[in-house]
C-alpha cells in the first residue's frame, strides 16, 4: 500500500491567515484527495487533486477558500485562506493505488485550530 | 443520492464479538469500505467488499453485504481493547477511483 504523509501534522493559526498543507507519497499515484473532517463529524470530500490541471471541487467548497496544487504524481498541497474558526478541522489527504484497485488510503491527517 | 447511516456508538466486553452496522442508500454503489480511526490518528483502511459479494472473510473481521435492503456489517470477532476507535463505512459508486461517501462512523467502545 502507499505510505502518505502530511505536513505540518497540526497547527493553531489565527483568523485571517492562511495555512498551506503538504501530502507527499511514496509512490506515483493516479487520483488524489483531499477531505476534511469537522469535529465530532465524519469525512467530506473537498476536492480531488488532478496532476496538470485545475482541481475538481465538490459542492460547497471553491477555489478561492481551498486553492489546491498537483505539480506531480507524488505530491499535493492544499491552502486554506483566509481562516475563521469554523475551518478548524483534521485535513486529510488521500490517494487511489492503482496497483491495487479500489482501494483509497489516507495520509495521518494535519489537525488545524484556527482561534 | 448518497446517504450512509451508522448507529453511534457500540459497546462490547473485551473477548466478545463486535457488529457494526451501516446502511446506504444509492444501489450504484460498487464497492464498500470500512475504515479504523484511532484516537489522534488518521484513516486505516481495514477491509472493503464488491457489491456483487455477499461475504468477505479477512482473520477477525467479517464483511457481510445485503444488496438488497443495502445493509452492510462489519463483525470483529474476540474483540480487544485495542479495537477501540471509530469504524467508518464509505462507499464508492464506481471504484476507488472516484469519491468515498462516508457513514457517519461509529464509536466501538471495549470493555474489560
Known amino acids: 500500500s502507499a505510505v502518505i504523509s502530511q505536513k505540518p501534522s497540526r497547527d493553531i493559526c489565527q483568523r485571517g491567515t492562511s495555512l498551506t498543507i503538504q501530502c507527499q507519497v511514496d509512490?506515483?499515484?493516479?487520483?488524489m484527495f483531499w477531505y476534511r473532517q469537522q469535529p465530532g463529524q465524519s469525512l467530506t470530500l473537498i476536492a480531488t487533486a488532478n496532476q496538470g490541471s485545475e482541481a475538481t471541487y465538490e459542492s460547497g467548497f471553491v477555489i478561492d477558500k481551498f486553492p489546491i496544487s498537483r505539480p506531480n504524481l507524488t505530491f499535493s498541497t492544499l491552502t486554506v485562506s483566509n481562516m475563521s474558526p469554523e475551518d478548524s478541522s483534521i485535513y486529510l489527504c488521500s490517494v487511489w493505488d492503482s496497483e491495487v484497485q479500489e482501494t483509497q488510503y489516507f495520509g495521518p491527517g494535519t489537525r488545524l485550530l484556527v482561534l | 443520492g448518497e446517504d450512509v447511516e451508522q448507529s453511534l456508538f457500540l459497546s462490547v466486553r473485551e473477548g466478545d464479538s463486535s457488529v457494526i452496522n451501516c446502511t446506504y442508500t444509492?444501489?450504484?454503489?460498487?464497492?464498500l469500505y470500512w475504515y479504523k480511526q484511532e484516537p489522534g490518528a488518521g484513516l486505516q483502511l481495514l477491509t472493503y467488499i464488491f457489491s456483487n459479494m455477499d461475504m468477505k472473510q479477512d482473520q477477525r473481521l467479517t464483511v457481510l453485504l445485503n444488496k438488497k435492503d443495502k445493509h452492510l456489517s462489519l463483525r470483529i470477532a474476540d474483540t480487544q481493547t485495542g479495537d477501540s476507535a471509530i469504524y467508518f463505512c464509505?462507499?464508492?459508486?464506481?471504484?476507488?477511483?472516484?469519491?468515498?461517501?462516508f457513514g457517519t462512523g461509529t464509536q466501538l467502545k471495549v470493555e474489560l
Open positions: 444509492d444501489s450504484s454503489s460498487t464497492y
Open positions: 509512490s506515483q499515484v493516479t487520483m
Open positions: 464509505a462507499e464508492s459508486i464506481r471504484g476507488g477511483g472516484n469519491k468515498l461517501t
